[in-house]
C-alpha cells in the first residue's frame, strides 16, 4: 500500500533550526512535496524534490533520498511565524498526491 | 506564482440543502484539479480528480451521487455537496496543475479553502 510517515508534533526553540523526517512507500514516485499549512488556511507549497539531494531556498531545505523512500525538511533561524503543520506528499505513478498527517511545529521563544 | 481562487470562503447551511464551492485559476489553465476534505488536526484526504470536459474520478468511499464534480472549463471546477448532512460540515480545499509547466513538475496550486457548516 502507500503510505506516508512524519512525526506528529515537534517543539523548537525561536533561532534555533529543526529537521522534520518523512518517509514514504507509494506505487511508483514523481516527486517529494513539502507543504507549510496554518491553522485554518490551505496549505502553501513549499519545496519540491525529484532527485536525490538537498535543495535550499533561503531558510528552508530539503532532501531527498529516493532509495531510501526518505526525505526531510530543515527550517533555519526559526521564527514565531513558522508555527504550523508542515505536510510531506509524495506523488505516485498516477501523478496524486499521497498526504502524510502533518508534523505540527511549536516554536518558544 | 498561480493563484487559485475559491468561492464561497465560508458557508452555512441547513441540513438536506445543497452547497456548491467553486474552484477558479485565475492565471493559467489547469486541465485538473483536485477536490480535497480535510478534518480538524487531519491531513487531506483526496476526494476526486477533476479532469477539464470528463467525468471526475472519485476516490474510494466518495459518493459521486452525494459530491458532485463539474469541470466544464479550463480554469473552473465546481463542487457541489447534495442533501448536506451535519457530517458533511468539513474544510474543502482545491488544488489544480498548471498545465503550461508540462509533466515534470506537477505543482498543485492550492485555493484558500472552503468552511462549510451544516446545521
Known amino acids: 500500500g502507500q503510505n506516508i510517515d512524519q512525526p506528529t508534533e515537534m517543539t523548537a526553540t525561536e533561532g534555533a533550526i529543526v529537521q522534520i523526517n518523512c518517509t514514504y512507500q507509494?506505487?511508483?514516485?514523481?516527486?517529494l512535496f513539502w507543504y507549510q499549512q496554518h491553522a485554518g488556511e490551505a496549505p502553501t507549497f513549499l519545496s519540491y524534490?525529484?532527485l536525490d539531494g538537498l535543495e535550499e531556498k533561503g531558510r528552508f531545505s530539503s532532501f531527498l533520498s529516493r532509495s531510501k523512500g526518505y526525505s526531510y525538511l530543515l527550517l533555519k533561524e526559526l521564527q514565531m511565524k513558522d508555527s504550523a503543520s508542515y505536510l510531506c506528499?509524495?506523488?505516485?505513478?498516477?501523478?496524486?498526491?499521497?498526504w502524510g498527517a502533518g508534523t505540527k511545529l511549536i516554536i518558544k521563544p | 506564482g498561480a493563484v487559485v481562487s475559491q468561492h464561497p470562503s465560508r458557508v452555512i447551511c441547513k441540513s438536506g440543502t445543497s452547497v456548491k464551492i467553486e474552484c477558479r485559476s485565475l492565471?493559467?489553465?489547469?486541465?485538473?484539479m483536485f477536490w480535497y476534505r480535510q478534518f480538524p488536526k487531519k491531513s487531506l484526504m483526496l476526494m476526486a480528480t477533476?479532469?477539464?470536459?470528463?467525468?471526475?474520478?472519485?476516490e474510494q468511499g466518495v459518493e459521486k451521487d452525494k459530491f458532485l464534480i463539474n469541470h466544464a472549463s479550463l480554469t473552473l471546477s465546481t463542487l457541489t455537496v447534495t442533501s448536506a448532512h451535519p457530517e458533511d460540515s468539513s474544510f474543502y480545499i482545491c488544488?489544480?496543475?498548471?498545465?503550461?509547466?508540462?509533466?515534470?513538475?506537477?505543482?498543485?496550486?492550492f485555493g484558500p479553502g472552503t468552511r462549510l457548516t451544516v446545521l
Open positions: 488544488s489544480a496543475l498548471d498545465s503550461g509547466t508540462g509533466i515534470s513538475y506537477n505543482e498543485q496550486f
Open positions: 492565471d493559467f489553465q489547469a486541465t485538473t
Open positions: 477533476s479532469n477539464e470536459g470528463s467525468k471526475a474520478t472519485y
Open positions: 507509494t506505487s511508483g514516485f514523481n516527486g
Open positions: 524534490n525529484v
Open positions: 506528499a509524495a506523488m505516485d505513478s498516477n501523478y496524486q498526491l499521497i
